[in-house]
């Protein structure tokens, strides 16, 4: 009596079939993460810009510098780190969407806002989710004592700078929770 050695081709595509579906299921688990490391890294920046714009504040108040502190709202954040990240393209005079490459990040001069170009999602989106390229501008906050809308250190109280979000907060909220 012969031995038949090998597979058949039914148990062949059996376990085509069982491999086919559980790299789906794998892909379907793990695409979402590529995209909440993307949101992620974005909230770091943003936390790094943050932190940076104190810093900045906070050398100025100690140099004696505080009336050049109204100087910072709609300036460049990226311009007080220490190294800029990696994706970040520079400051551009009215750009189009189609000249930042999606997923990295650039300073529109006109408008004063430094942006994150969003990419396609890895993940799956509902159709009637589009989201908005996260964009952030420079504020500074103070008490305007004297009610001429300017700061004056000698008159006006400094509450801060601050890197306020104008675009994108949903995006960088992060997924619905059902």
Do not use: C
């Not at 529109?108 to 799956?124: H, I, N, P, T």
């Not at 801060?160 to 994108?168: D, F, M, P």
């Amino acid at each position: 009596m012969l031995r038949q050695i090998g597979f058949s081709l039914l148990e062949l595509v059996v376990v085509i079939a069982i491999i086919s579906i559980l790299v789906a299921v794998a892909l379907d688990r793990l695409l979402p993460y590529i995209d909440e490391a993307e949101r992620v890294a974005v909230l770091r920046v943003e936390g790094q810009l943050r932190s940076t714009l104190t810093m900045e504040a906070a050398k100025r108040i100690v140099r004696g510098q505080s009336a050049s502190i109204p100087g910072l709202a709609g300036s460049n954040p990226v311009n007080f780190l220490a190294q800029p990240p990696t994706n970040y393209v520079g400051a551009l005079i009215r750009p189009q969407a189609a000249e930042v490459s999606p997923r990295h990040w650039y300073f529109d001069e006109a408008s004063r806002q430094l942006v994150y170009r969003l990419g396609e999602a890895f993940g799956l989106r509902t159709s009637d989710e589009t989201m908005e390229d996260p964009a952030f501008t420079v504020r500074v906050a103070f008490a305007d004592n004297d009610g001429d809308g300017r700061f004056e250190a000698s008159r006006d109280e400094l509450y801060g700078v601050h890197l306020e979000r104008v675009a994108g907060t949903r995006w960088l909220a992060g997924p619905r929770s059902n």
